[in-house]
């Protein structure tokens, strides 16, 4: 029954997908439109005193990303990067005969999971392990012959609050595993979702490689009553535009804008987000179809659900993340339960203060990260933001409790950075800002950094966690009591606008390079990516209430954990 009623509201949920899919296809045609004619003609748009200046770049689609800077890195960091990029490398799909067409392309209509049943036959106890089969078709109904689709698969139980990420496993000839820990008595349903086709996945990284400017960014430069506005990037199509050169002497992190045609580069006042550029055929759009193939749920050819019983005795415990693709935690009862070994407490208002009392709480990043800054600020009621007279998007934001002793600030990090009017005083970057703190055991430090990344080669993600790596083992050396909290990647919302500059995909493979690149060091991970996939409210880049208060109580419980005040 209860089955049926969630079936429907699923099928509800697809067809508002797939008016809100259309509805988005159209505004994105059109804005198409609009760039074709932006960048194959120089154009300078006279708005009061404004020049824009958008260059003349090539449009041939299969310029390579030559034109990214990547700064130069130490023998040692050269070697991580490649064996970061060769960990994260995605099994290549057979090149489709063209033309191009769905039928020959992963369909989740046609594919289905099953449970295999126990090793050795039995019944599942809690802490066993559970294996599903995932075999996949295309829309011909014929078996895939190879891999690189991507899965999500999820284990959980609604009636008891309970959630838990599995791991897939991807046999590259067409079927895929999905692994379970089993960590709560009673019954426990698979849900199994295709996020992106192979083939799809194959465009998404072609469109990383092809068009790594396709977010562009802009800079307004004024002097006086005269300004121009130029576009900025650390892709830059050459041109015979000259250029400024905004790489932090510090970091070495590259950033460069056309240098405007009669202010000096001096003269920049701010970084904004620009637009979005789309080059996809027609056909290739197909690969991204709410309700067909982006993000559907994959059928059961069986059962979907089993019951587990309760563990056997002298069998351990629910496996913890030490473990090899182990997760970091599930839900029951509607609670996180890490299994890392931390206790997650629940904090309320007045715990809160009582944890953070004499603490000063740095927090850099996205717009993920200032959810966490507006949490603190509503749950603390004598935590008072400071009016910094900040862009409502853009912070700087700071916040004290007097009476507590508690400084919390929030600042976003630097480019590239799709927020609107960012000051150019107020860019920095995160490594720079760590480098400016004191640290010592009242001091807590956050980030997340990841989303306005998407776009970009790996390489340039990879060389600016490696720059805040080093400057967060210079703040552990000089102070090592300072806790150091990192925000993993979260899965969102997906339409094909989102898809093309945010995916998930894209996510998932900068989170498999923060995660290894912070491996080792002391430093707490706060999983997002886990806490939004196990979690039965459905994907959203800004996760919803109750996920926010899940990373809210782990966070505190690295700062407070339980018995020491
Ligand atoms: C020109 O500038 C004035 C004053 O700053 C503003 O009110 C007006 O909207 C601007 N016009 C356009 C077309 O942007
Ligand atoms: C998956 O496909 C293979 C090969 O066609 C078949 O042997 C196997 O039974 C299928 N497994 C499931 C779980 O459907
Ligand atoms: C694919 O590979 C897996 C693991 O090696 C194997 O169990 C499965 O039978 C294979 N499926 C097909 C369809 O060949
Ligand atoms: C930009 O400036 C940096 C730092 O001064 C320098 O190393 C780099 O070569 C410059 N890049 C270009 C393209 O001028
Ligand atoms: C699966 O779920 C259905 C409906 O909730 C229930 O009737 C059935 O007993 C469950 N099966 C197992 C094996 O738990
Ligand atoms: C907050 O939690 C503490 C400890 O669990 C409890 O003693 C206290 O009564 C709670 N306060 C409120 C306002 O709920
Ligand atoms: C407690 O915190 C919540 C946010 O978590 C906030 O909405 C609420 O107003 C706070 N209550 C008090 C008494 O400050």
């Known amino acids: 029954m209860k089955t049926t009623m969630d079936t429907r509201a699923c099928i509800r949920r697809e067809y508002f997908a797939i008016f809100f899919f259309l509805a988005a296809a159209v505004s994105i045609i059109v804005l198409h439109n609009m760039e074709v004619l932006e960048t194959t003609f120089q154009i300078q748009h006279k708005v009061n005193s404004t020049t824009i200046i958008v260059p003349r770049v090539s449009t041939v689609p299969d310029v390579h990303r030559g034109f990214c800077t990547f700064q130069p890195l130490s023998p040692k960091d050269a070697l991580e990067e490649r064996l970061l990029l060769d960990s994260i490398a995605w099994p290549k799909t057979p090149v489709l005969p063209a033309p191009l067409s769905l039928e020959k392309t992963s369909d989740p209509a046609h594919s289905s999971f099953t449970i295999l049943p126990v090793r ?16 996949m078709s295309d829309f011909q109904g014929r078996p895939k012959k190879s891999g690189g689709d991507f ?13 838990v990420v599995g791991h897939v496993v991807d046999h590259l000839n067409g079927s895929y595993s999905a692994v379970f820990s089993l960590p709560w008595e009673g019954d426990a349903q698979v849900e199994v979702t295709l996020v992106h086709s192979s083939e799809a996945v194959t465009v998404l990284n072609r469109l990383t490689s092809e068009q790594p400017d396709r977010i562009y960014f802009k800079s307004l430069f004024r002097s006086a009553s005269f300004s121009e506005t130029t576009i900025c990037n650390v892709c830059l199509r050459p041109t015979k535009q000259p250029l400024c050169n905004y790489t932090d002497l ?3 992190e590259p ?3 056309y240098k405007p045609k009669k202010l000096s580069c001096d003269a920049r006042i701010n970084h904004a987000m620009g637009k979005y550029k789309q080059n996809l055929r027609a056909i290739e759009k197909k690969l991204f179809q709410s309700g067909v193939n982006l993000k559907v749920y994959l059928q059961a050819s069986g059962p979907a659900n089993v019951t587990v019983l309760p563990k056997k005795k002298g069998q351990s415990e629910v496996k913890s993340s030490s473990v090899k693709s182990g997760p970091s935690g599930y839900y029951y009862q509607g609670v996180w ?3 890392g070994g931390t206790t997650v407490r629940q904090f309320n208002n007045s715990t809160i203060s009582q944890c953070l009392k004499g603490k000063e709480v740095h927090m850099y990043g996205d717009s993920t990260i200032r959810q966490w800054f507006e949490y603190l600020n509503a749950a603390l009621p004598d935590l008072k933001e400071f009016n910094l007279h900040s862009l409502k998007q853009v912070g700087p934001f700071m916040a004290l409790d007097y009476a507590n002793n508690i400084l919390v600030t929030f600042r976003c990090h630097g480019p590239p950075i799709r927020f609107p009017k960012v000051p150019t005083s107020e860019l920095r970057y995160i490594a720079n800002e760590i480098d400016g703190l004191t640290g010592g055991t009242n001091t807590v430090v956050v980030f997340g950094i990841w989303s306005h990344f998407s776009t ?5 993600y990879i060389r600016r966690l490696q720059t805040i790596r080093r400057a967060v083992v210079r703040l552990l050396d000089r102070a090592p009591g300072t806790v150091v909290i990192i925000r993993t990647a979260n899965p969102k919302a997906l339409m094909l606008y989102e898809t093309i500059t945010n995916s998930d995909w894209y996510s998932l493979q900068r989170d498999k390079v923060l995660r290894a690149v912070f491996k080792g060091l002391k430093v707490h991970l706060i999983d997002a990516w886990e806490m939004v996939l196990a979690h039965h409210l459905p994907h959203s880049l800004h996760p919803q209430p109750p996920i926010i208060k899940t990373m809210m109580d782990l966070l505190l419980s690295y700062i407070c954990p339980k018995n020491s005040g």
């Not at 019944?123 to 599903?132: N, P, R, S, Y």
């Not at 970009?456 to 340039?460: D, K, L, R, S, W």
Request: positive net charge; aromatic residues 10%.
């Open 456 to 460: 970009f080669p790996m390489e340039i």
């Open 151 to 163: 899965l999500l698969a999820r284990l959980h139980n609604q009636k008891l609050g309970a959630g």
């Open 337 to 339: 339960r890490a299994l």
């Open 120 to 135: 050795g036959g039995g019944q599942w106890h809690v802490g066993d392990q559970l294996e599903v089969r995932i075999n």
């Open 250 to 252: 510090r970091t070495g």
């Open 255 to 257: 950033w460069f804008c």
